[in-house]
């Protein structure tokens, strides 16, 4: 197995809408939640696929010729931050410029890596990182650098391909909004449809602003340093574990009957089971609190609600916390039912004042400060139709990530490749802790080989 590839970058271009729509002319405003996201990394999400039998100039010039139609619904991807002068020195702020921009960033490079080398390496392989473009950038560099960039690798015998958002245009559901939208277009051309710009469901980019305030909102500094940090992760070992769905069935079946409810959920119960089992792998104290994280979509607990098509960020981190010894002294179903809790307590009320608070005191997220050290937290989400996504060479062998956000104790959930209700989970731990994690009974009993 090749485990010293490098990537090789061939050819670097931009793509620009198709065609300009009228309203891409006008200020593009970001709401209170873009704003939090300054100071964290771009969305770096890829997928691998086998070689298609045509060359690669054809795919090459089919995923640009796409890509460019793509970028007419959400043309604002084609433009980059923007800083508008002020009279006030202690007053910072961004908008989207959509007409002075080259467009979005269109990369294509080779590896010498094999299929093979990503999807049965035990651990994530660090080249995979290469993979992508926007390594290590924060989202306010979206000032200098393209909002939307994808990276075409050629491997050895398949196509990985990369794409890196700027976390501040939007967050997952709107990234894999984007990401359906584009394969969508793509099949459409491929079986001649001739209404190619046509999309079963367009984005909704009008960006939620809360009413009586801005359209553009101001940070509280003078200068960019006083608000962006930037993140380095610490040596990890990266590994994606499956769970079937069969397993995830008898998981939720099992916590529900020992709780007596119906309530709790697939997600709910297998989150459980990975912060109890991370926590054992750490052993921690018994008085050390630990507190484990779910990203919670909040369109639906908008008043009124946000259509869910809504392109933008929208989401929150809901937080719950045990002392380490009473999370595993009780049972699975305790630490289930707990984050049971907290997303029913994550009402429309607390959204609300989630927005009230940034209003009167506007903050910026920190991966270091936003994650407690021990903790957990659940990424991404498994509801995603991630292998939905084709681009004429079949469905995806395997999803990967960049090196974006990416610390101990994160956790990005994936559908399974099966389907039916199947999960994978990407952790990210120390490697002392993954071994520990490795080696756990219980959890490696619900592991899929």
């Known amino acids: 197995m090749n485990t010293s590839s490098s990537v090789k970058i061939v050819s670097k271009c931009f793509v620009k809408p198709k065609t300009i729509p009228e309203e891409s002319k006008q200020p593009y405003y970001l709401s209170p939640w873009d704003f939090a996201m300054l100071s964290v990394h771009y969305i770096q999400k890829g997928l691998l696929f086998h070689k298609p039998s045509h060359s690669t100039d054809t795919l090459l010039e089919k995923l640009r010729e796409s890509l460019a139609i793509a970028l007419v619904h959400f043309y604002p991807l084609a433009g980059r931050l923007s800083t508008p002068k002020t009279e006030n020195p202690n007053s910072y702020s961004v908008f989207v410029d959509c007409n002075n921009s080259p467009g979005a960033g269109f990369i294509y490079a080779t590896s010498d890596l094999c299929v093979a080398d990503v999807v049965g390496s035990e651990y994530v392989p660090l080249t995979v990182h290469s993979f992508f473009d926007h390594h290590r950038a924060v989202n306010h560099d979206g000032l200098t650098m393209s909002l939307l960039s994808v990276q075409v690798t050629e491997l050895v015998d398949g196509i990985f391909l990369g794409m890196s958002m700027n976390h501040a245009m939007g967050d997952g559901t709107s990234f894999w909004n984007f990401f359906s939208a584009w394969s969508e277009i793509f099949q459409a051309q491929e079986s001649n449809k001739t209404n190619d710009l046509y999309l079963k469901n367009p984005p909704v980019l009008r960006r939620y602003i809360p009413q009586g305030y801005g359209p553009l909102f101001s940070l509280p500094y003078s200068h960019p340093d006083e608000f962006i940090r930037t993140y380095e992760s610490p040596i990890l070992k990266e590994r994606i574990f499956c769970f079937s769905s069969e397993t995830i069935r008898l998981l939720k079946a099992k916590i529900n009957q020992a709780c007596g409810t119906t309530s709790i959920s697939s997600f709910q119960s297998i ?21 484990c994280r779910l990203a919670a979509d909040n369109r639906g607990r908008m008043y009124p609600p946000l259509p869910r098509d809504y392109f933008g960020n929208c989401l929150s981190a809901l937080r719950t916390a045990a002392k380490a010894g009473e999370l595993l002294e009780n049972d699975l179903g305790w630490a289930a039912l707990k984050l049971h809790q907290a997303v029913a307590d994550h009402t429309s009320e ?94 490696m009993s619900l592991v899929s080989f």
């Open 350 to 443: 607390k959204v609300t004042q989630m927005i009230d608070q940034w209003l009167k005191s506007p903050f910026i997220y920190h991966i270091d400060r936003l994650f407690e050290p021990m903790s957990v937290m659940m990424g991404s989400s498994p509801r995603f139709n991630k292998y939905g996504c084709e681009f004429g060479m079949g469905k995806a062998l395997t999803l990967r990530s960049g090196y974006a956000h990416k610390f101990d104790g994160k956790v990005s959930a994936y559908p399974g490749r099966e389907g039916g209700g199947s999960i994978d989970l990407e952790i990210c731990l120390v490697p002392q802790f993954m071994e520990a994690l490795e080696s756990d009974e219980e959890f």
């Open 271 to 291: 989150t459980a089971v990975i912060w109890r089992c991370i926590t054992r792998a750490r052993r921690l104290p018994v008085e050390r609190e630990t507190s």
